[in-house]
Structure formats: structure tokens, C-alpha cells
């Protein structure tokens, strides 16, 4: 019963997830668009690369906010409150002081780095500067917000997120307005509404917090045996969230010491792409996430474990079906989208696609590690990797290859994680074995090469070459959709789970 209900709150989680990614997305790509065309390519550019170096630093933001949604769910699911209302209290104060070191840093490291090292044209430098100034703002406002985010989170409250996001898109729609008939620097401007947009979001949210949540109105305190945990936990996510943002922030600010602005603008945007593509992915793994860590918790190792094996599966499925069109599609999407094409995108956008396949399984096994708090093996090997990968694509730069290589370079150490490193870790500490691993890559797999084949046909014969693009980008993306359901409905799930949506499904009819 437990159970039934545990499945019901994770659809019902993920369908108020998807309502706020749908709705969302739509907003975004419609405003990414007219910000583009308003700023133009090297603008845009700038600021992508002005705003990786405040995300370099923030780094340490992103470790602490695994371990503090992973406590405060945790201390939920082991039902002791008031240690739940000590461990938001110290979670929220160290994010206070976390808040005023970044701001020292970027101010002092950062700045230096942007006036010696970016290259931003002499014209367009005072300007830069002062989007990175009010850049390492809006890093405060996102900051202070995790500790209430992950409270949300922990209480499976997702629905909050969809109505927020309708706050969200307007606030995001009067930006593009403002930005059209504003009078000043088109980047400053811009920068500082987005400043205004976040910290809107970021009272919304705490608000809510404060009137649903008690331990949300504890005061700021520090509890040592709390906050040495929690620091203990995330300090082994720290090394890892350091090569992501090497690998993300760094990225673009490697990009723009090699290449144009409008090179880096090319990057972010196809990264703008994948990433609402792949938040369809991370919608449902916020909502199932909770209840695997809580199964856990409860003891209930086989039905935390069962979980994960299977949301790993239908999360690959979901992210295939985007993968394939958008990879088919992606000239023409860019093209609908845009109508201008930065430079390098289409590529860039096609190799981030299909590296986020290999990152399903990275972050889906991640999970188990999560849940049993066991994360140091992972938190040192995974990041050797990413930190490999960033000096590789640095040399690959000296050495004149295209902007591209750093785009396979990422895709190789994805693949590297997911198919075999996060595995061994699981089956290592968290009593997985191979032959569970293996009954989830054998059915993906599976589906994968049962899908390809009718839209490459249908896309050879009747691609942007034969048709239209609003036709040949509506005719693939249908053909795409059509083919990964079938094949993951008869490759995909075992004949109890079609027996089980069936009945779902006559239950909803009749």
C-alpha cells in the first residue's frame, strides 16, 4: 500500500514538473530568440562568457546543495523534526557566509580574470563588466534560494514549481518587452533584468517556504555535529562539482580565450537547447529521487532499489525520444528558432544531445550513492575525468583543432561515467550487481537500435533537401516520437508493466 502510494505521488509530482518544464520552455525559446536578435550574436556572447566566470566560482554552491537536499529529505523520511529544523537553520546560514565569499572572490580573482583574460572587443568592455557586477547579484539571489528549494523538494511539493513557473514566464516575457523599448546598453540592461527576475523568484519561493513550512522560520544557527555532516557530505560533491563546472562555465570562458564571442554564443545556445531538452529527464528524477532516498531510509532496500533500475530505463526512453529529432532536426530546429545560426551551433547542439543520453545513467545511478550517503569514492573518481577532459580540450585548442573537439571531448568522458564508472561504484558500495546493471543497458540499447531505422529512412527521402522546413522539422519529429514509442513499448517494458498500464488505462476509460 506504501508502495502504490509512493508510485502515485512520483506521476503525480512529475506530471506538475512537466506542466512547469512545458510551459516554461515554451516562454524560454520564444524569449532566447528575441534576445538574441536584440543583443546580436557577440553581446549575447559576452555575456554567456562574463557569466561563466561567476558560475566557475559558484562551484561550491552546487556540492552544497546536494547534501543539503539530501539531509533535509532524509531527516524528513526518519520523521525527527526537530533535528529537521536544526539542519535547515544550519544549511541556510552556511549559505550565507558561502554567499559573501563568492562575492569577495568574484570581485577581487574574478574581476581581474575578466579584464585580462576574456576577450571582449575594447568597445564593449565597460559594458561586460558591468553585466559581470550584476551577474555575481543574481549568483546571490540563486544562492540563498537552495536551502528553500530543497525544503520544497524534500516535501514532494513540486506542484508549487509549475505555479511559480507561470510567475516566472511573465516576469520573463516583460524582460524581452523591456529590453525592446529600453533607451540604455542593450547588455547592461539586460543583466539587470534578469537580476530583478531572479530575485523576484527567489522572494517568491521563500515566501512560500516561510508560510508552509516550519523549520523554514527556524532561526540562522550552526549546529557542529549537523553542519560537520553536511559539510562532510559535500565536501566530497565538491571535487565533482568542480569538474562540471569546468567542463560547463569553463568551457565557454575556454572557448571565448580561443575563439569569438559569437563562437561562445554558438555553444550556449545549443547548451540552452539540450538543457530544456534534458529537464525532461530531470523532472523525473527530482520526483522519484525523494522516494528512493526515503525507501532507503525506511529500510526498504529492495523497493529503493527496484525504483531506480527502472526509472533509470524509462528515463532513457523519455530522453530518446527528444534525442532523435532533435539530432535529425537540428538545422532546421535552430533555423525555426532563431533565424540566425550562430556559428558551430548545429554541432555543438547535435554532440550535447547525444551526450546527454550517456548522462541519463550517470545521474540516474548516481541516485543509489546518494540515497546511502556514500559518495567519496564517486566524489574522487568521477571528477578525475572532467578534470582531465578540461586540460585535453585546452591542448586540442593550442594545437588549432575546430571549437567542436571540445564537444566530443565532453561526450567521450559522459560515456566514460555512465557506462562504467558510476556501475562499478553502485555494485561496490551499494550491493548492485552486474546483472541488474545489465537489465537496464540491454533494453535501452534495444530500443535505440529499434528506433533508428524508420526515421533515417523517412528523414533521407524526405529531408529539409525534399521539404519545406516547418514540414520536413513536423514530418521527423512525428516519425521520431511514433518509432521510440513503439520500440520501447515492445523492447522497452516487460509484458507485467504493459499488462499493468493497460489496465491503467481501461480503469481511466471505463
Known amino acids: 500500500m506504501e508502495e502504490k502510494t509512493g508510485n502515485k505521488t512520483i506521476a503525480k509530482n512529475t506530471l506538475f514538473l512537466y506542466f512547469r518544464m512545458m510551459f516554461t520552455m515554451a516562454i524560454h525559446l520564444y524569449t532566447s530568440r528575441v534576445i538574441l536578435q536584440i543583443l546580436g550574436v557577440d553581446d549575447f556572447g559576452i555575456y554567456q562568457a562574463v557569466g561563466g566566470v561567476v558560475g566557475m566560482i559558484t562551484f561550491i554552491n552546487a556540492a552544497l546543495a546536494v547534501g543539503t537536499s539530501r539531509f533535509l529529505t532524509f531527516e524528513l523520511g526518519a520523521g525527527d523534526y526537530e533535528k529537521l529544523k536544526k539542519t535547515f537553520a544550519t544549511v541556510l546560514t552556511a549559505h550565507v557566509i558561502l554567499a559573501l565569499i563568492i562575492v569577495f572572490i568574484s570581485e577581487t580573482v574574478g574581476l581581474w580574470f575578466v579584464y585580462n583574460k576574456l576577450q571582449i572587443p575594447a568597445e564593449r568592455l565597460d559594458a561586460g563588466v558591468m553585466a559581470y557586477h550584476l551577474s555575481i547579484l543574481t549568483v546571490v539571489a540563486q544562492l540563498m534560494l537552495v536551502p528553500y528549494n530543497a525544503t520544497i523538494i524534500s516535501h514532494e511539493k513540486m506542484s508549487v514549481f509549475a505555479y511559480a513557473s507561470i510567475v ?273 543497458f540491454i533494453p535501452c540499447l534495444e530500443v535505440t537500435m529499434a528506433s533508428l531505422p524508420l526515421p533515417l529512412l523517412v528523414y533521407y527521402y524526405m529531408g529539409e533537401n525534399h521539404l519545406p522546413v516547418m514540414l520536413c522539422f513536423i514530418v521527423t519529429v512525428a516519425i521520431c516520437v511514433v518509432s521510440v514509442a513503439l520500440s520501447s513499448w515492445f523492447f522497452g517494458l516487460t509484458r507485467d508493466m504493459r499488462t499493468k498500464l493497460i489496465d491503467v488505462v481501461k480503469k481511466k476509460k471505463y
Open 168 to 440: 516566472d514566464a511573465v516576469l520573463s516575457l516583460l524582460i524581452v518587452y523591456l529590453l525592446a523599448v529600453g533607451n540604455i546598453d542593450k547588455l547592461v540592461l539586460y543583466a539587470f533584468l534578469f537580476l530583478c527576475v531572479k530575485t523576484g523568484m527567489t522572494v517568491f519561493y521563500v515566501t512560500y517556504c516561510l508560510r508552509r513550512f516550519s523549520e523554514a522560520r527556524s532561526k540562522l544557527l550552526i549546529d557542529k555535529p549537523i553542519l560537520r555532516n553536511v559539510l562532510g557530505y559535500s565536501g566530497w560533491n565538491l571535487l565533482s562539482n568542480g569538474a562540471i563546472a569546468l567542463n560547463n562555465q569553463g568551457a565557454l570562458i575556454l572557448l571565448n580565450m580561443f575563439f569569438s564571442p559569437g563562437v561562445v554564443a554558438g555553444r550556449a545556445i545549443a547548451n540552452q537547447v539540450n538543457m530544456a531538452a534534458f529537464h525532461f529527464i530531470t523532472n523525473f528524477r527530482t520526483a522519484a529521487n525523494p522516494q528512493i532516498v526515503k525507501r532507503y531510509a525506511a529500510k526498504d532496500y529492495d523497493g529503493s532499489k527496484e525504483l531506480l533500475l527502472s526509472s533509470t530505463k524509462y528515463s532513457y526512453y523519455l530522453m530518446l525520444m527528444l534525442a532523435l529529432p532533435i539530432c535529425l532536426v537540428a538545422k532546421p530546429l535552430l533555423q525555426l528558432w532563431l533565424g540566425q545560426i550562430p556559428p558551430y551551433s548545429v554541432i555543438f547542439l547535435q554532440l550535447a544531445i547525444v551526450t546527454s543520453l550517456f548522462q541519463v545513467f550517470d545521474t540516474s545511478f548516481y541516485a543509489a550513492l546518494y540515497a546511502k550517503g556514500q559518495i567519496r569514492e564517486n566524489a574522487i573518481i568521477s571528477p578525475l575525468v572532467g578534470f582531465i577532459a578540461f586540460p585535453v580540450m585546452y591542448i586540442l585548442f593550442k594545437l588549432g583543432f575546430s571549437p567542436e573537439s571540445m564537444a566530443w571531448v565532453s561526450m567521450i568522458g559522459v560515456a566514460l561515467l555512465g557506462l562504467l564508472i558510476k556501475p562499478l561504484l553502485i555494485i561496490r558500495i551499494v550491493d548492485y550487481n552486474w546483472r541488474e546493471i545489465i537489465s537496464v
